[in-house]
C-alpha cells in the first residue's frame, strides 16, 4: 500500500544526507537498472554525492539506460545513507551486501511481498508493478524535475517488471504513471526495441533449440523447457538470452505453469516459473529456496539434472492439485 508518511520520510533523509549509495540485485532486470538509475540521476540533480552499484554485468540490452557509464564507479568506505531498491533481501546485492552495514542509515525500497524488511526505513508496496512505480512517486516528492533520461529509465523499470504492460500486475495506475512518463519525455521507442524486440542471430539459434525441447506434463498444463549448458555453448549465449521465452510457454490454451530449467554453468541450474491463472509461482520457487512474484519467480539450484527436473515436476503437481480445491 502506498505510504506517503513513510516516503516523506525518506524525504528527509535524503535531503539531509551528502554520501549516498544506491544498489539493485544480482542478477539484474530493466527494473532494478532503470530504478537505481532513474534515483542516481536525480540525486545528482539534488548536488548529492552518489555512487551507484549492482554485482553484475548488465546486458547490452540495458546500455539506453546509461548505467553501464556509471555503475561501479567508486566505492567510499562509509556513506550517510545507502538505498536499496527492488531486493527482497539483502543477500541478493551479491558482494555489496556487506557495504550496507557500515552506512549509518539503510532504506530499503520495494515491490516483492516477501521483502525481509533488512532496513532501517522500509518502504515495501506490493501493490504496484514495479520499483519504477515508486521512485517515480519519489522523485516528484523530492522535487526534482523528471527530464527525458530519468522519464525513459523509470518507463523501462515499469515496462521491464510488466512485460511491455501485458502481466497481472498492469494496472490502471501503472498505465497513468506511464502516460506520465511518456510526456515526460520517455522514449518508449528504445525501451520496447531493446527491452522486447531486439535479437542476436546468435539468440535466434538458441531460441529455436528452446522451441525444440518443449516438454509437457499432465495434459499440457505443465511445460518445462531445459537449456543445458551445451546448447548456451554452441549458440555462443548467455543465460540472459534465454529471458522470455518462459513465458512462451503460457501461451499454450491448457498451461497453467511454465518452467525453464538453465544449466548456467555444469550442473548449476538457474529455474524461471511463470503461471497464468491461479497457480502460485512465488510458492513454488519458495520451497526451493528462491522467491519472486505471484505469476513470476525463480531460485537456483545445483546438482543432478534429472533429480532437480523431477523435485521441480513434482512441485509444479503439488501446485495444480492445490489449486483445484
Ligand atoms: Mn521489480
Redesign the pocket.
Known amino acids: 500500500m502506498k505510504d506517503i508518511g513513510a516516503l516523506l520520510n525518506i524525504i528527509e533523509n535524503i535531503k539531509h544526507a551528502q554520501k549516498i549509495a544506491i544498489c539493485g540485485h544480482i542478477k539484474t532486470?530493466a527494473?532494478?537498472l532503470g530504478?537505481t538509475s532513474a534515483l542516481y540521476y536525480a540525486l545528482l540533480k539534488m548536488n548529492k554525492i552518489v555512487d551507484i552499484f549492482c554485482d553484475d554485468i548488465p546486458s547490452f540490452n540495458y546500455n539506453f539506460i546509461g548505467t553501464s557509464e556509471i555503475l561501479n564507479k567508486n566505492q567510499k568506505n562509509k556513506y550517510d545513507l545507502f538505498i536499496v531498491i527492488?531486493t527482497a533481501t539483502a543477500d541478493r546485492l551479491g558482494i555489496y551486501t556487506k557495504l550496507i552495514y557500515k552506512s549509518a542509515v539503510i532504506i530499503n525500497i520495494?515491490?516483492?511481498s516477501g521483502n525481509a524488511k533488512f532496513g532501517n526505513i522500509n518502504y515495501i508496496d506490493s501493490d504496484v508493478?514495479?520499483?519504477?512505480e515508486i521512485i517515480f512517486e519519489l522523485i516528484k516528492l523530492l522535487g526534482v524535475e523528471i527530464d527525458a533520461k530519468i522519464a525513459t529509465a523509470i518507463y523501462a523499470?515499469i515496462s521491464?517488471?510488466t512485460g511491455c504492460f501485458t502481466f497481472d500486475n498492469t494496472k490502471p495506475e501503472t498505465y497513468y504513471v506511464a502516460g506520465d512518463l511518456l510526456k515526460l519525455g520517455a522514449n518508449m521507442k528504445i525501451v520496447n526495441f531493446y527491452l522486447f524486440k531486439r535479437n542476436t542471430k546468435n539468440r535466434l539459434k538458441l531460441i529455436s533449440k528452446m522451441y525444440n525441447s518443449f516438454m509437457y506434463f499432465e495434459n499440457d498444463k505443465i511445460i518445462i523447457i531445459p537449456v543445458f549448458f551445451k546448447d548456451l555453448e554452441e549458440t555462443g549465449c548467455s543465460v540472459y538470452d534465454t529471458h522470455t521465452i518462459v513465458s512462451h510457454g503460457l501461451s499454450i490454451d491448457s498451461a497453467e505453469i511454465s518452467v525453464m530449467i538453465t544449466e548456467e554453468k555444469p550442473n548449476k541450474y538457474t529455474v524461471s516459473l511463470r503461471s497464468k491463472d491461479k497457480a502460485d509461482s512465488n510458492k513454488i520457487a519458495m520451497h526451493f529456496g528462491g522467491g519472486g512474484?505471484a505469476k513470476a519467480a525463480g531460485f537456483n539450484i545445483s546438482g543432478d539434472y534429472n533429480t532437480i527436473f523431477n523435485q521441480i515436476l513434482t512441485e509444479c503437481k503439488n501446485e495444480l492439485e492445490f489449486i483445484k480445491f
Open positions: 532486470d527494473d532494478s530504478s527492488d520495494d515491490h516483492h508493478s514495479s520499483a519504477g523499470a521491464g517488471d512474484h
